[in-house]
Every structure is written in structure tokens, then in C-alpha cells.
């Protein structure tokens, strides 16, 4: 651990490399692992914490954090107040147009990522 806090963050995802994760409308996470990645078996729905994913136990999860990520495509089909992505390298992060942040998106300590969102703000 990091010493961060990740329970102030309604859902989070860390310390992961070389996997897709879907996170879904209510909030629920799948992990699918390419080909050199030693994570959960691909397509394992993730519910509570695991490896390194922690989906909210509820559905009115206001944020999310995805923090130590390296070369990982996260797909998120699901709405957020905020987004924080911290310290990811050779990433995708997509969210839905379907699914705006009504606030502010962090980006802090990132490259070479590719980050597809509508917001209120981006920092």
C-alpha cells in the first residue's frame, strides 16, 4: 500500500498493468488480462476488492480513482462527479458520452495516455 486512503474514493483501480477493465453502469468492474499479464482470469467480474480493483458496494459512488497504471485500457460506461487518474503510463481512459463527469477530472503525473471524456473540468 501507498499510504493512500482509497476508501474516500467510491470506487478505485491500482497498481495494475497490461489488462482492460470495463466498469459497468451500476458500478461493477471486469478485468480482461492480455496476453502478458499475470491478473484474475479474463472476463472474472470483480465485486469487491481484488488484485487491485475496488468496485463501490453501492451504486451512488461519486468518484473514482485510477492510480499506478501501466499500458491498461479502462472503458467506463458508468457517471462520476470525479475522476482522478494519477500516475499512469501508456494508457487509454474512455468514458461514455452517454455518461459526462458533472465535475472535475485530475490528472496528475501521467504520460504518454490517452484520455477520452466530457467534464465540467479538466485539471
Known sequence: NDGDDY???????????????????????SEAATANAETDAPGNVITATSGGIDSASTTDASS????NLDT??????????????VNATNCTVAVSP?????????????????????CRQLR
Open 7 to 29: 476508501s474516500k474514493y467510491g470506487s478505485s483501480i491500482w497498481n495494475k498493468s497490461d489488462c482492460t477493465i470495463l466498469v459497468q453502469s451500476d458500478g461493477t468492474m
Open 64 to 67: 473514482i480513482l485510477i492510480k
Open 72 to 85: 491498461c485500457r479502462i472503458t467506463i460506461n458508468r457517471r462520476y462527479q470525479s475522476i482522478h487518474i
Open 98 to 118: 452517454s455518461c459526462p463527469v458533472s465535475g472535475p477530472v485530475h490528472v496528475t503525473g501521467c504520460s504518454q495516455c490517452e484520455i477520452a471524456v466530457a
